[in-house]
C-alpha cells in the first residue's frame, strides 16, 4: 500500500541535513520534523495562552493560580491537537498499522504526562521565577516602552511564559522519545 506523503519547502534541507548521518539518517529526518511541528505546536500554545492572559484568564498574584493553570492546559490541548495532526501527516506518513484513534490515544496519554510536569512546573515555579526576573527585565522593557509601570501581575505573567519555554523544550525530547516508542514504533 503505497502512502502519499505531503511535500513542503522544507524537506530538501530537512534531506540535506539528515543524509549527513548516513543509517540514522530517517530517525535523523523525522526527529527534525518533528521538531518543527513541536516549534509550529508551540506557537500554537503559546499564542493560545498569551491570548487567554491578556482577555479573559488574566493571572493573579497568588500561589497557585487557577486562572494560569486553566490558560496553560487550553493552549496545551490546542498544541496537542495540532501536533498529532502534523505528525500524523507529515512526520510518520508510513504509520498505519494502528488506527488513527489508537494512535491519538497513544499521542494524547504521552502528552498527557508531559503536560502534568509541564503544569505543575508552570503552576507553581511562574510567580517565583517571574519575581525574580522581573526586576532584571524592567529596564530592557521600559526602554521599550518608556514609562512602563509594570501592573500587580506582571511578574505572574513573565513567570508563564519563561516557565512555559523552559516546559515546552523538556516535553519536546519526552513526547519524542515516547512517541516514536509507542505510539509510531511501526516505522523501520
Not at 509550529?40 to 498569551?50: C, E
Not at 493552549?75 to 510518520?92: C, E, K
Request: with cysteine; hydrophobic share 50%.
Amino acid at each position: 500500500m503505497s502512502v502519499r506523503t505531503i511535500r513542503t519547502p522544507l524537506d530538501a534541507p530537512i534531506g540535506a541535513i539528515s543524509r549527513r548521518f548516513g543509517e540514522k539518517s530517517k530517525e535523523v529526518e523525522r526527529f527534525l520534523k518533528f521538531a518543527i511541528v513541536g516549534a509550529f505546536g508551540f506557537l500554537v500554545d503559546f499564542s493560545t495562552v498569551f491570548a487567554l492572559q491578556a482577555t479573559i484568564l488574566a493571572p493573579k498574584p497568588g500561589v497557585p493560580d487557577l486562572n494560569v493553570t486553566i490558560a496553560t492546559t487550553i493552549g496545551f490541548v490546542a498544541a496537542i491537537l495540532s501536533n498529532f495532526t502534523w505528525n500524523r501527516i507529515w512526520t510518520y506518513p508510513d504509520s498505519r498499522s494502528r488506527s488513527m484513534r489508537r494512535q491519538l490515544f497513544y499521542f494524547a496519554a504521552i502528552n498527557v504526562v508531559g503536560w502534568l510536569g509541564r503544569t505543575l512546573w508552570i503552576t507553581f515555579a511562574h510567580e517565583p521565577v517571574g519575581n525574580f526576573l522581573l526586576p532584571l527585565v524592567l529596564p530592557e522593557i521600559q526602554l521599550l516602552r518608556p514609562g512602563y509601570i509594570p501592573g500587580p501581575a506582571a511578574a505572574a505573567k513573565l513567570g508563564t511564559m519563561v516557565c512555559l519555554v523552559t516546559g515546552v523544550v523538556i516535553v519536546m525530547a519526552w513526547n519524542f522519545w515516547a512517541n516514536r516508542r509507542l505510539t509510531y514504533n511501526d516505522v523501520e
